[in-house]
């Protein structure tokens, strides 16, 4: 009888696997050489666009093989993408997650705009 060792379970990277190889055709809202902002395929919000970048990171607590600086590329664009939401929304909301909460195991922050504004705030 042969067994073999068991297999680890399949980690979920939504972003290698599907928009960044094409397979899954996204709205590009911002690119350079190294990250990709798009409009989210499931939208949660009235605005919510996803920045990756294009090398693979797990997260932003594990860099894996990324630096510091990659880090820093995916931010620029962060900030970029949040200012525009902010101009034209008058608000936005910046939100990465970490273990469980992770669900595709690729660096990604969502900018967001959650809706109306309080009255008052707008």
Known sequence: MTT?????????????????????PVKVVEETGTVLAFE?????YPVHIV???????????????????DLADVFRVVRTVAARVREEYGAACVVTNEGVYQESKHLHVH????????????
Do not use: W
């Open 4 to 24: 073999s060792a068991p297999q680890a379970p399949k980690v979920s990277d939504f972003y290698c696997d599907e928009a960044l190889n094409g397979r899954t």
């Open 40 to 44: 989210h395929t499931r939208p949660s």
């Open 51 to 69: 920045v990756v970048p294009k090398k693979h990171i797990p997260s932003l607590v594990n860099l894996g093989d990324g630096t510091e600086e």
């Open 111 to 122: 900018v967001l705009f959650r809706g109306d504004l309080p009255e008052g705030l707008a």
